[in-house]
Nanobody
């Protein structure tokens, strides 16, 4: 079964940028649609972004459109989340997810990584 390993989280001031990475192990990323969710303290896990296996189709939550960008590099079995103009409300644990179908990713029914903490200071 594919495993996902996230990296790149940290503490960043409001208005700053951060890049999250997620690598697949025990499976090649080209076989999967990939995505990111996040969970803030006391809140439910929510969808952030997804990218189809082809890399040609992406989807974003309204709250991050125009600020976040998802991309993939299947040669490195990796997916990335570029986060710009960060806000304190972006503070959360960010989880990488994958599934055979993009819709499965978007609805949060895929496989999950362990998460990486992103903290945006005001």
């Amino acid at each position: 079964q594919v495993q996902l390993v996230e990296s790149g989280g940290g503490l960043v001031p409001a208005g700053g940028s951060l890049k999250l990475s997620c690598a697949t192990t025990r499976g090649t990323s080209i076989n999967y649609a990939m995505g990111w969710f996040r969970q803030a303290p006391g809140k439910e896990r929510e969808f952030v972004a997804a990218i189809a296996r082809s890399g040609m189709i992406t989807d974003y939550a309204d709250s991050v459109k125009g600020r976040f960008s998802i991309s993939r590099d299947d040669a490195k079995n990796s997916v990335y989340l570029f986060m710009n103009s960060l806000k304190p409300e972006d503070t959360a644990v960010y989880y990488c997810t994958c599934a055979t179908l993009t819709q499965t990713v978007i609805t949060g029914r895929g496989s999950w990584g362990q998460g990486t903490q992103v903290t945006v200071s005001s």
